[in-house]
């Protein structure tokens, strides 16, 4: 009977996960075709669009709540059995990411200069970077509908149409580039112009899903302001989380780079193999935000141990899996990325701590996903920003010690280590599992 319910629980984390995880590895392919072709303009322009990226990047990051909130939400709803009431906080969050959209390009539009010359832009990149950023500027209101979108199909616990979009999304902005790009020479311009007719393709296509769902099931799609300070208050607290994350981030890049050179150049690549894995782990974390919403609003509090104790073990598997992974390419995967002898030695020893981290890595990311399913948002916002509280002076202090890269990954893992701890326990008791269509 356990082995029976295990594959039944196995079935349903690969249902949802697997095209979660194809859809998180497609959104990157946007700024790298992006790259592609404007690499082909010089170097000041792919300067340019880099800067810019790395803006929208830090925006997407931090709106990423529309998705996780809007999932954990519908699926509760899904789980008690309201697919009306579901669709109708599905619609509640696409209009709350328009509002923020439409605030957003407001805001935005007079604080471009200090945005590109806070990235350290050069004269000859900044340009170019405020160009893209200025037109892109157009695009985010229905890039954040397409974070709700999405959070609204995996709440009705389908991962596919949004892989299905993310792949669509792809191939548009590839070709629409290729067009303005090279075929009518508009430089830089022409990408931008590009991407956010390829964004607005992929809003369109959620909304036309989205609204023919409200039909089917009889849900108005007007704004319903209750449900938009319900959604706004959810995405506070995890907003607060991914600020908090994305700290620890920025700490990390900043304090490799004053190392020197070469420590730069072995973090980001290291880092980077990291953030591959970590698209993986996400994907279980995903599919964790949907099926815990979805047991908790079913009331079934058995259900979502049992299904709770199967995806931490997928996260534990997958991360010694990938651990074992990353030290058996370790001796070769230098060699793809520099030549440099000083990079190529820290990279190794990077790389080793990379692979210890993973199934610790595998833990949190499971169990950050659940707990965003359950709502548990405010534990969520809290206990991450302690962990960040740990990692900030750890970090500072294994610098002034010149303790290098290693003393850097090992703040990392002091982070991770917090995390799970915090994380764990509220996992093992109950105070999470509220159970009912609302939290």
């Known amino acids: 009977m356990v082995r029976f319910r295990a594959g039944r629980h196995d079935r349903e984390i690969l249902r949802l996960a697997v095209p979660a995880f194809g859809a998180l590895v497609a959104e990157p392919l946007f700024l790298l075709s992006d790259s592609a072709i404007v690499g082909h303009l010089g170097t000041a322009q792919l300067g340019g669009l880099g800067v810019a990226g790395q803006a929208l990047n830090t925006l997407v990051y931090l709106c990423v709540f529309l998705a996780y909130g809007t999932t954990a ?3 509760r709803r899904i789980g008690a059995g309201d697919r009306r009431a579901a669709v109708r906080q599905g ?20 604080l471009i200069p200090p945005i590109v010359d806070a990235f350290g832009a050069s004269a000859a990149v900044a340009p170019f970077a405020e160009t893209y950023l200025r037109i892109s500027l157009f695009g985010i209101p ?25 792949i669509g999304g792809f191939t548009l902005n590839l070709l629409l580039n290729a067009v303005f790009v090279l075929a009518l020479g508009w430089g830089i311009a022409g990408s931008a112009w590009g991407t956010v007719l390829a964004q607005t393709g992929s809003a369109a296509v959620y909304a036309a899903v989205v609204l023919r769902a409200a039909r089917r099931e009889g849900a108005p799609v007007r704004p319903d302001w209750a449900g938009l300070r319900t959604s706004a208050t959810a995405g506070f607290r995890l907003l607060l989380r991914t600020a908090a994350l994305r700290m620890v981030l920025i700490v990390g890049t900043s304090v490799a780079a004053r190392m020197g050179d070469a420590e730069i150049a072995a973090y980001q690549v290291g880092f980077q193999v990291w953030t591959l894995l970590a698209f993986a782990l996400d994907a279980i974390a995903i599919a964790g935000q ?15 141990r049992a299904v709770t104790r ?7 598997a997958c991360g010694v899996v990938f651990g074992l992974a990353v030290l058996a390419v370790r001796p070769w995967l230098p060699d793809l990325f520099t030549s440099d002898g000083d990079v190529r030695h820290l990279l190794l020893v990077s790389l080793v701590l990379v692979a210890v981290l993973q199934p610790v890595a595998g833990v ?46 090992a703040a990392i893992g002091l982070w991770m280590a917090t995390r799970m701890v915090t994380l764990g326990l509220r996992a093992r008791g109950d105070r999470w599992m509220v159970t009912g269509a609302v939290r």
Do not use: E, H, K
């Open 142 to 166: 229905s890039m954040l509908v397409v974070l709700a979108g999405t959070g609204v199909l995996r709440g009705l616990q389908d991962t596919r149409t949004p892989l299905a979009v993310s």
């Open 290 to 304: 949907a099926i815990t919403g979805r047991y908790l609003g079913a009331a079934d509090v058995s259900g979502t």
């Open 364 to 409: 949190v990311f499971v169990l950050d996903g659940i707990l965003i399913g359950a709502g548990d948002g405010a534990y969520l916002a809290v206990t991450t920003l302690v962990a960040t509280v740990v990692f900030l002076p750890a970090a500072l202090l294994l610098y002034g010690a010149d303790a290098g890269i290693v003393g850097l990954w």
């Open 91 to 110: 619609i509640d969050g696409m209009w709350l990411a328009v509002a923020i959209g439409a605030v957003l390009i407001a805001a935005g539009w007079p």
């Open 310 to 316: 199967r995806m931490v073990s997928w996260g534990v």
């Open 73 to 75: 939400g519908v699926a």
